[in-house]
């Protein structure tokens, strides 16, 4: 199916050789290709221009780089409607480019993860195009979910399900007669088919794609949706309206099947045949952490995206709760917890703690900006202080808060376009990210870009960041630094927790100690040590720490 093919040796990985078990700890970078570099200048960022910026990620101390999909697609939802899976989209550019970003990665000491989109392809798929194109009966139709529709007709839908997206989530097709004939499900857009994986050859269709990246060189895969695959026995009716807002809170009929743990444990025999500890990263919306850990028991994933974690406001019991139940969730599977502050389908967190808590995860508000950065300098000293693995999302470490002013005629969330559905704001946290402090579009490419950059982004540039005492960019790189370097940092199972005033977080690991102060007054706390690093300035005197409000200080006692 693919017009790109490939004899291309995998690209040496020197990472190999070095401590196992890497993912336990690592800081992964998430690089959403369309808004991190432009080398073409046509106004889209491409794999050339994430290869160029590939020292620039290393610099900033991060373990690996997971790339957000990059394949052949008519992009109908920003390349989560792959049409070849083997192939990368002429916008990001070829194998070739493919290949050498890898082999750049390697030899910088990064590792690749690739997005993998096993729940559903594009309408432009080859499979779905015939089974489109040879009618009711072909054999393609079973490798989705094509059924009759209800009613004297034919013209209600199969089952009351809802897209994600918004609308109903199936769609009627029209036959080769030109009468109207079956629905596919789709629970995103209606150019996104859902697969039908009680089909075998769509298992064999993944394995095979699986191994193809893999003999690429790449060192992971991130599975999008990847509670999603397994749908109940017999497509039942759910039986209730605003179906959205019950995702997170209960097991549907469609996400978060018991079956979708034989596919990962057939998958994770795939990548143990392969050295260099290739990894599986789930993205696994569960009502429950501990329905998450089921996803990373010792023969599935090696890690789940904690969005509990994610979705917590900045509050010290809130935040304390949901690490406690993490870190207890994840220890009898053995798994790290992984923490997670934003990604390309939230606002990001600058914006999220300038604003009142309870708004949900896309706001459409710029808030207090200035309370926001301080927030979200002192939850990411938090973050990279708790035990395990963390994610950090490509323009975060420059404190870039969401575009929320975005006109609406630029828009491409395909869930804005859809009503009842996701807020679709999702644009705000896409915008490309600044490089330079001039320029048209401050160093992402030479001919503008592709979503409208603010008035302004140049001061949060790279360029205007790096080696300012006190920025944001030289705060991420000198807590990435210090967690490498300090022993007590990093993987682990468990905190100690310290008496803290109220508002106020504290834990031990070691001779490690961190305070985070989510009050709105400053505190007082005990000087725990030699002071590490600090979101903000802290005053010391007589063996005591005075924390300003929305400040983590981190203590070391070596």
Known sequence: MSQQHSLIA???????????????????????????????????????????????????????????????????????????????????????????????????????IVDLVPNHSSDQHEWFKRALREGPGSPLRDRYHFRPGKG??????????????????????????????????????????????????????????????????????????????????????LGTRDQVKLLGNDVMPFFDQDGVHEIYRQWRLILDEYSGERIFVAEAWTPTIERTAHYVR??????????????????????????????????????????????????????RFANPPGLGTQIRLAGDRALGLRRARAATLLM???????YVYQGEELGLPDVVDLPDEVRQDPAYFRGAGQDGF????????????????????GGGSWLPQPAGWGELSVEAQSGTPGSTLEL??????????HPDLGAGDSVEWLRAPEGVLAFRRGEFVCVANTGGESVTTPAYGRVLLTSAEVTEADGETKVPADTTVWFTAV
């Open 384 to 390: 990279l202080a708790l035990p395990g693995s963390a």
């Open 476 to 485: 991420y790189r000198a807590a990435l630094a210090a967690r490498r370097e």
């Open 298 to 351: 010792p023969d599935e994933l090696h890690q789940a995206f904690n969005f509990q974690y994610l979705s917590t406001a900045w509050d010290a019991e809130e935040l304390r709760e949901v690490v406690d139940r993490t870190l207890e969730a994840m220890r009898p599977v053995g798994a790290p917890s992984t923490w997670v502050l934003s990604n390309h389908d939230v606002t990001r967190h600058a914006t």
């Open 152 to 237: 004297a007709s034919g013209e209600l839908p199969p089952n009351d399900w809802e897209s994600i997206f918004g609308g109903p989530a199936w769609t009627r097709v029209t036959e080769p007669d030109g009468s109207p004939g079956e629905w596919y499900l789709h629970l995103f857009a209606p150019e996104q088919p859902d697969f039908n994986w009680d089909h075998p050859a769509v298992g064999d269709e993944f394995r095979s794609i699986l191994r193809f990246w893999l003999d690429m060189g790449v060192d992971g895969f991130r599975i999008d949706v990847a509670h999603g695959l397994v749908k109940a026995d017999g497509l039942p009716d």
């Open 10 to 112: 995998p690209a040496p990985n020197p990472a190999e050789a070095q401590r196992s078990d890497w993912w336990r700890d690592a800081v992964i970078y998430q690089v959403y290709p369309r808004s991190f570099a432009d080398s073409n200048g046509d106004g889209m960022g491409d794999l050339e221009g994430v290869r160029s910026r590939l020292p620039y990620l290393r610099d900033l101390g991060v373990d690996a780089v997971w790339l957000s999909p990059f394949y052949a697609s008519p992009q109908a939802d920003a390349g989560y409607d792959v049409a070849d899976y083997r192939a990368v989209d002429p916008m990001f550019g070829n194998l070739l480019d493919a290949d050498a970003l890898i082999r750049d990665a390697h030899e910088l000491g990064l590792r690749i």
């Open 426 to 445: 999702r644009d705000g946290c896409r915008v490309p990210i600044p490089w330079t402090r001039t320029g048209s579009s401050y160093g992402f490419g």
